[in-house]
């Protein structure tokens, strides 16, 4: 998910004064203490000395002490080493995602949602298919608005807070009205100030909401999921706290809201770490309720945390090669419908070097092996990956993956040449996957959802359209990107071409 403030990296200082050149191993002891070791590989030349010089910064900001910048870090050292082994330039990966339109027909249509909105979602999430079949809720990260829309009842708006990352749809108090899970940074920009919070917006079941804040007081809140982590009958949330630097962590809000009362949730805290993002529910292998959590920044990593004893434990699942991997989304989901959870990733973030086209960016499968524990294969190359979800697109019996790229450094409209992967499908055929164009030249969109809008039995496309970071911003017009799914290409009028 989108957070501004990107990646960043931390390097160890050192005490001893540094020699005036480094070899291998003092550079991998300096920086590769507090995270994986960077290869010189991972970024061009020219990028280097911006980079480290941002770490020697960020040494200081966290240590907070002047003998830290200091000599105690060899920057022009560091920046010798890298430079002399870095490439001159990436690999281009734009070739490999001129991919082609596939068998499937979309047609495509444009929703304004009003009075509050405009192109800058940040995300975008369907109701369960049992309440509001066919209705997303959007969060709009340019004005703070939190808008409802379906085909047949059109645009709703819920409320305005500050900075919205997330909307999550549930039943909150049992009154069998569906109500919304906020999630508000507080600030869009880099900060550690207690300016996040998690709202409510209390359906009443006629189509109105009141916004109340839950959980405030706390570093730039990025998720909350909706979990009866407790076992009693009603959801908890569990908060992803990104932060910037300092402050971030994950909490549990366990609800204690009286039938027909006032909701009332009480705060505890499970770990204290920058960098939180996404956050999915699991089971642990007793049937407990368990989650997962995405954290950025220089850990690159995701975990999965359950109970013990009252304690909550964490462990591991995934640790990305290096810190400018750029983790942005993960699901979890059997994808190989072997009976055991695997993981949907997609690392496109680019917000922390400002570089667009990295080879190692795109969708991936973390599969679940057993005893062998997860092997990583990828799915597809996608330049700016930001959002995947998993789906049964064609309606073959197994799960195809769906796809979204951001990249709010390159200039639009893009030359229809091109031909740059802005929304793409994974076709699940035997042991892998074969991409398929959806749409080129428009990568920005931080986040989708599927839904079956006209109720056709297919699942159709809702894709937010986020220019929050474009020098020119409108905060009117389109807001969404409607791609309605009308099966094989063959039975639908006209031909199947990608939209530029």
Same mark, same amino acid.
């Given at each position: 998910?989108?957070?501004?403030?990107?990646?960043?990296?931390?390097?160890?200082?050192?005490?001893?004064?540094?020699?005036?050149?480094?070899?291998?191993?003092?550079?991998?002891?300096?920086?590769?203490?507090?995270?994986?070791?960077?290869?010189?590989?991972?970024?061009?030349?020219?990028?280097?000395?911006?980079?480290?010089?941002?770490?020697?910064?960020?040494?200081?900001?966290?240590?907070?002490?002047?003998?830290?910048?200091?000599?105690?870090?060899?920057?022009?050292?560091?920046?010798?080493?890298?430079?002399?082994?870095?490439?001159?330039?990436?690999?281009?990966?734009?070739?490999?995602?001129?991919?082609?339109?596939?068998?499937?027909?979309?047609?495509?249509?444009?929703?304004?949602?009003?009075?509050?909105?405009?192109?800058?979602?940040?995300?975008?999430?369907?109701?369960?298919?049992?309440?509001?079949?066919?209705?997303?809720?959007?969060?709009?990260?340019?004005?703070?608005?939190?808008?409802?829309?379906?085909?047949?009842?059109?645009?709703?708006?819920?409320?305005?807070?500050?900075?919205?990352?997330?909307?999550?749809?549930?039943?909150?108090?049992?009154?069998?009205?569906?109500?919304?899970?906020?999630?508000?940074?507080?600030?869009?920009?880099?900060?550690?100030?207690?300016?996040?919070?998690?709202?409510?917006?209390?359906?009443?079941?006629?189509?109105?909401?009141?916004?109340?804040?839950?959980?405030?007081?706390?570093?730039?809140?990025?998720?909350?999921?909706?979990?009866?982590?407790?076992?009693?009958?009603?959801?908890?949330?569990?908060?992803?706290?990104?932060?910037?630097?300092?402050?971030?962590?994950?909490?549990?809000?366990?609800?204690?809201?009286?039938?027909?009362?006032?909701?009332?949730?009480?705060?505890?805290?499970?770990?204290?770490?920058?960098?939180?993002?996404?956050?999915?529910?699991?089971?642990?292998?007793?049937?407990?309720?368990?989650?997962?959590?995405?954290?950025?920044?220089?850990?690159?990593?995701?975990?999965?945390?359950?109970?013990?004893?009252?304690?909550?434990?964490?462990?591991?699942?995934?640790?990305?090669?290096?810190?400018?991997? #750029?983790?942005?989304?993960?699901? +979890? *989901? $059997? %994808? /190989?419908? &072997? !009976? @055991?959870? =695997?993981?949907?990733?997609?690392?496109?973030?680019?917000?922390?070097?400002?570089?667009?086209?990295?080879?190692?960016?795109?969708?991936?499968?973390?599969?679940?092996?057993?005893?062998?524990?997860?092997?990583?294969?990828?799915?597809?190359?996608?330049? #700016?990956?930001?959002?995947?979800? +998993? *789906? $049964? %697109? /064609?309606? &073959? !019996? @197994?799960? =195809?993956?769906?796809?979204?790229?951001?990249?709010?450094?390159?200039?639009?409209?893009?030359?229809?040449?091109?031909?740059?992967?802005?929304?793409?499908?994974?076709?699940?055929?035997?042991?892998?996957?074969?991409?398929?164009?959806?749409?080129?030249?428009?990568?920005?969109?931080?986040?989708?959802?599927?839904? /079956?809008? &006209?109720? @056709?039995?297919?699942?159709?496309?809702?894709?937010?359209?986020?220019?929050?970071?474009?020098?020119?911003?409108?905060?009117?017009?389109?807001?969404?990107?409607?791609?309605?799914?009308?099966?094989?290409?063959?039975?639908?009028?006209?031909?199947?071409?990608?939209?530029?």
């Amino acid at each position: 998910m989108l957070l501004a403030g990107g990646a960043t990296w931390l390097w160890h200082v050192s005490d001893a004064e540094p020699p005036a050149a480094l070899n291998d191993e003092q550079v991998r002891a300096a920086c590769g203490n507090c995270h994986a070791f960077p290869d010189p590989g991972i970024l061009p030349r020219s990028a280097w000395r911006r980079q480290i010089e941002h770490m020697a910064f960020l040494v200081d900001y966290l240590e907070g002490t002047e003998e830290a910048r200091g000599g105690a870090f060899p920057v022009e050292a560091i920046v010798a080493w890298y430079e002399a082994r870095a490439p001159e330039r990436l690999e281009d990966v734009r070739a490999g995602a001129h991919y082609e339109a596939g068998p499937l027909h979309f047609r495509k249509r444009l929703a304004v949602l009003g009075g509050g909105s405009g192109p800058g979602i940040a995300t975008v999430h369907a109701f369960p298919a049992e309440a509001r079949a066919g209705h997303v809720v959007t969060t709009n990260m340019l004005n703070g608005g939190v808008h409802l829309f379906s085909l047949s009842g059109g645009p709703r708006r819920v409320g305005v807070t500050a900075h919205p990352a997330r909307a999550r749809p549930v039943d909150l108090d049992g009154d069998g009205h569906q109500d919304l899970v906020i999630s508000d940074l507080g600030d869009s920009t880099p900060s550690d100030e207690a300016v996040g919070r998690v709202r409510v917006a209390r359906g009443d079941g006629r189509g109105k909401f009141a916004l109340e804040t839950v959980f405030e007081g706390v570093g730039r809140v990025s998720d909350a999921l909706p979990l009866d982590v407790d076992a009693d009958g009603d959801p908890d949330l569990l908060v992803a706290v990104f932060g910037w630097l300092r402050g971030g962590g994950l909490y549990l809000l366990h609800n204690e809201t009286p039938a027909g009362g006032a909701l009332s949730f009480r705060a505890e805290a499970i770990l204290s770490r920058p960098g939180a993002m996404r956050l999915v529910a699991l089971e642990d292998a007793a049937g407990q309720s368990a989650f997962a959590a995405i954290f950025s920044q220089h850990y690159e990593r995701i975990s999965s945390f359950s109970q013990e004893d009252g304690k909550w434990r964490e462990q591991v699942i995934f640790e990305a090669p290096h810190p400018a991997w #750029g983790l942005s989304d993960f699901d +979890a *989901v $059997d %994808l /190989d419908a &072997d !009976g @055991d959870r =695997d993981f949907l990733l997609a690392n496109g973030d680019t917000l922390d070097d400002g570089l667009p086209f990295k080879p190692y960016h795109g969708v991936w499968w973390l599969e679940n092996r057993g005893a062998e524990g997860y092997r990583l294969a990828r799915i597809g190359r996608l330049a #700016g990956a930001h959002h995947a979800e +998993a *789906v $049964d %697109l /064609d309606g &073959d !019996g @197994d799960l =195809d993956v769906v796809a979204s790229g951001f990249l709010p450094q390159i200039p639009l409209p893009m030359p229809s040449r091109a031909r740059l992967a802005s929304l793409v499908w994974y076709e699940r055929e035997g042991q892998g996957f074969r991409p398929w164009l959806i749409e080129a030249n428009h990568p920005r969109h931080t986040g989708f959802a599927l839904a /079956d809008l &006209d109720a @056709d039995g297919r699942s159709d496309l809702v894709v937010g359209i986020n220019q929050a970071w474009d020098q020119e911003v409108r905060e009117s017009g389109p807001a969404l990107e409607l791609w309605l799914n009308e099966g094989p290409a063959e039975r639908a009028p006209g031909h199947a071409q990608p939209s530029d």
